[in-house]
């Protein structure tokens, strides 16, 4: 019911929303201050001490088609305006599904970077400020269609992917 006319297309876009947690129930919803009814904003990604929130956007301002961005998050709850990573790690292409480590290495899918096809999974270790060139992941995660939204557990070693490898979107796990 709200898809606003691009050009010729009529386009739903994706928010970010916030709740709490409140006596069991979810409770205060809200839309984060920089979604728009204009462009999308997915896939957050919360850094693992909750001061920076990264996520994919076609906002105005992208390298390419979807870029990752991140916002630090404020000791009063509010947020700064987005910042684009940067061609180091968006191209042309898709850059989506943003995922962190303690250690603040970026995984991510892309379809701008050499690859196996489709989306692959590339990896982003952070130094010296900024993060590093993407890694491919390889043929054992990634093959000649969509991979993506890669989670990891890093007590256990095993994580989690979705691949449409077989023609439909399913979840693999890997160790």
């Not at 994919?56 to 390298?63: A, F, R, Y």
């Amino acid at each position: 019911k709200k898809k606003i006319k691009i050009g010729d297309l009529k386009v739903s876009h994706v928010k970010i929303y916030k709740a709490e947690l409140v006596d069991g129930k979810w409770s205060n919803v809200k839309a984060l201050p920089f979604t728009s009814d204009f462009y999308s904003t997915q896939h957050p990604a919360l850094s693992a001490d909750e001061t920076k929130l990264y996520f994919s956007s076609d906002m105005p301002g992208t390298v390419g088609s979807f870029d990752i961005f991140y916002v630090d998050i404020n000791i009063d709850g509010s947020y700064s305006a987005p910042k684009n990573l940067g061609t180091a790690i968006n191209t042309e292409e898709r850059e989506q599904f943003p995922f962190l480590t303690k250690e603040n290495t970026l995984y991510f899918s892309s379809a701008g970077f050499v690859g196996f096809g489709g989306l692959d999974l590339f990896s982003s270790e952070f130094k010296d400020g900024e993060y590093q060139a993407p890694v491919n992941l390889g043929e054992s995660i990634n093959s000649g269609i969509d991979d993506f939204s890669l989670v990891i557990n890093e007590e256990t070693n095993r994580g989690f992917f979705s691949s449409d490898r077989d023609g439909v979107d399913k979840l693999y796990s890997f160790v």
